[in-house]
């Protein structure tokens, strides 16, 4: 009975972003990035347009959205054929120390 217990709450705790794998594709360039206004953001010190549907990951995999970095974030992201910025992840401290 005390096992089932345990079990219980391990599963009760569990929280399921935790559970999804962050998978960051090897061709993402790494740059800062930062809000500007709009759909304008700032890569590297230039002036960038996000593309229509970019979806921006915080360090959690959660979606945010783009007026939330008011501040540089040290990124990895994609860039779609239009040459916008498409997919963003803000990175951990772990993917920030791996080069």
Same mark, same amino acid.
Request: aromatic share 4%; hydrophobic share 40%.
């Given at each position: =009975?005390?096992? #089932?217990?345990? !079990?219980?709450?391990?599963?009760? +705790? =569990?929280? @399921?972003?935790?559970? +999804?794998? /962050?998978? !960051?594709?090897?061709?993402?360039?790494?740059?800062? #990035?930062?809000?500007?206004?709009? =759909?304008?953001?700032?890569? &590297?010190?230039? +002036? *960038? *347009?996000?593309? @229509?549907?970019?979806?921006? /990951?915080? @360090?959690?995999?959660? #979606?945010?959205?783009?007026?939330? #970095?008011?501040?540089?974030?040290?990124?990895?992201?994609?860039? &779609?054929?239009?040459? =916008?910025?498409?997919?963003?992840? !803000?990175?951990?401290? +772990?993917?920030?120390?791996?080069?």
């Amino acid at each position: =009975m005390r096992y #089932l217990a345990v !079990i219980a709450l391990v599963l009760l +705790q =569990m929280n @399921p972003v935790a559970a +999804q794998l /962050r998978t !960051i594709p090897g061709d993402a360039k790494r740059g800062e #990035l930062r809000h500007l206004n709009d =759909m304008l953001v700032e890569v &590297d010190g230039k +002036q *960038r *347009r996000l593309s @229509p549907g970019a979806q921006i /990951r915080d @360090p959690d995999n959660r #979606l945010v959205v783009p007026s939330s #970095l008011v501040q540089k974030r040290e990124v990895k992201y994609r860039v &779609d054929a239009q040459g =916008m910025v498409h997919r963003v992840w !803000i990175l951990t401290p +772990q993917e920030k120390a791996a080069k």
